[in-house]
C-alpha cells in the first residue's frame, strides 16, 4: 500500500527541488511534476514528488485525521500490552 502525505514546503533549493516539513521531519523532494510552488504552500509529496499543491485547510484537516488515527493506534497497542 502507498501513502500521499500533505507536506508544508519551508525552503526552496536548487534544481527543482524543496525542504518540506511533517510534524517536524524534514526531507527534500522534488518539485519537477509541480509549478508556482512557494514556501508555506502545501503539497501531496508521494515517493519523493511532490504530485499537486494542496489547499491549506484541506491539509490541515488530513492531518489532523492522521494524528488521530497515530493516537488510536498508540492507544491501542498500550491496551493489548497491558
Same mark, same amino acid.
Given at each position: 500500500?502507498?501513502?500521499a502525505?500533505?507536506?508544508?514546503?519551508?525552503? $526552496?533549493?536548487a534544481? =527543482?527541488?524543496?525542504?518540506? @516539513?511533517v510534524?517536524?521531519?524534514?526531507? !527534500?523532494?522534488?518539485?519537477?511534476l509541480?509549478?508556482?510552488?512557494g514556501?508555506?504552500?502545501?503539497?501531496?509529496v508521494?515517493v519523493g514528488?511532490? $504530485?499537486t499543491?494542496l =489547499?491549506?485547510?484541506?491539509? @490541515?484537516k488530513?492531518?489532523a485525521?492522521f !494524528?488521530?488515527?497515530g493516537?488510536a493506534?498508540?492507544?491501542?497497542?498500550a491496551?493489548?500490552?497491558?
Amino acid at each position: 500500500m502507498c501513502l500521499a502525505l500533505p507536506c508544508r514546503v519551508v525552503e $526552496l533549493l536548487a534544481d =527543482d527541488q524543496a525542504m518540506i @516539513d511533517v510534524s517536524g521531519m524534514r526531507k !527534500a523532494v522534488s518539485l519537477a511534476l509541480v509549478e508556482g510552488v512557494g514556501v508555506g504552500d502545501y503539497v501531496i509529496v508521494h515517493v519523493g514528488y511532490a $504530485l499537486t499543491r494542496l =489547499d491549506p485547510e484541506e491539509a @490541515d484537516k488530513t492531518l489532523a485525521l492522521f !494524528a488521530e488515527l497515530g493516537e488510536a493506534a498508540l492507544a491501542e497497542a498500550a491496551a493489548a500490552v497491558g
